[in-house]
């Protein structure tokens, strides 16, 4: 349920709906925009007694929520969710690359990808520490030593840090070194660990499960909103399907459906979308077309020794051109790429 406060209405009136809400054994979510007031309301199992509140002074509207999701629904919060990772607004006007190697491999690894995407215009560097495997004979991520590594790249090329916690243990470790939380495909719907992330107050950067509807994918967003963190980025990675051509089925059609449904950025991931390298560039394209808010692309300095997904790594030379094609397009959809 969604409480539309009257422009006129005082914060004193906005107090006095909350209290109202929290004595019916709900949780209200003021948010204070620039024209009104809105509250939203959780918690509740079943249609709420929306006279209670109708009545109060300031109320101008109830409005019951339609959607299985209410926080990060459109109709709970109609104008776009900027999420300001140390000063890169991503879901702004800006176009927004995330690029770094899949794995953190050692530091030589990460400075040649890291001076190499940050000299293309990138702001975010990703790679995993901890590596959530198909196969545990596989290599599993460097761990802390791995976050460490990515500490010195911030430092080093003053970019910002995304990386994955893969399990509520980890987590506090993560939290300490990076600036955006990862959580991945495998854990979209690990419910303890999207609610202790959430606490964080962190960005987090949710990923689509290999076979979740979108409806699942914005019900699991809406576990980190209901911790009171707004700072939610989604991403569009790929889903099972048939198809034997490609690793996943990059589903663009999510795009459109999630900007119009939530308010929340979303960005694609084309490198396990696709599965494979020169599958990346076009699908990039295609994923500022439709409407994305960046991209998050795998890079390697050396794709053909990399310790996990070589196949669809990109080589720093075809992140060149793909940045370069970027800024291109960027005018055509209203956006700048930097
Ligand atoms: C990754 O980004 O390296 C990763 C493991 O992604 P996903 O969770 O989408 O498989
Ligand atoms: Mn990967």
Known sequence: MLVVMARTATPDLVARVCEEIEQM??????MFGTLRTAVGVTGNKQQVDSDRIANLPGVQEVIHVTRPYQLVSRE?????????????????????????PCS?????????????????????????????RSSPYTFQGLG?????????????????????????ETLDMVTHYTDIIQIGARNMQNYSLLKKAGRTGKPILLKRGHSATLDELLLSAEYILAEKNPNVILCERGVR??????RNTLDLSAIPFVKSS????????????????????????ASIAVGADGLMVEVHNRPDRALSDGAQSITPAMF?????????????VDRVCP
Do not use: W
């Open 262 to 285: 939530s308010h929340l950025p979303i960005i694609v991931d084309p490198s396990h979308g696709t599965g494979r390298r020169e599958k990346v560039l076009p699908l990039s394209r």
């Open 104 to 132: 953190v491999e050692s530091e030589e690894q990460c400075y040649a990808v890291a001076e190499a995407v940050a000299e293309s215009g990138v702001r975010i560097f990703r790679g995993g520490a901890f590596k959530p």
């Open 144 to 168: 802390e030593k791995g976050l460490e590594i990515l500490a010195k790249v911030r430092e080093r090329f003053d970019l910002r840090i995304v990386t994955e916690a893969v399990d509520t």
């Open 320 to 332: 060149r051109q793909l940045m370069a094609e970027m800024r291109h397009l960027a005018p055509v």
């Open 25 to 30: 054994g709900l949780t209200a979510h003021p």
């Open 241 to 246: 399907t048939l198809a034997n051509h490609s």
């Open 76 to 100: 709970f919060h109609p104008s776009d969710t900027v999420v300001d990772v140390g000063g890169v607004k991503v879901g702004s006007k800006e176009f927004t690359v995330m690029a770094g």
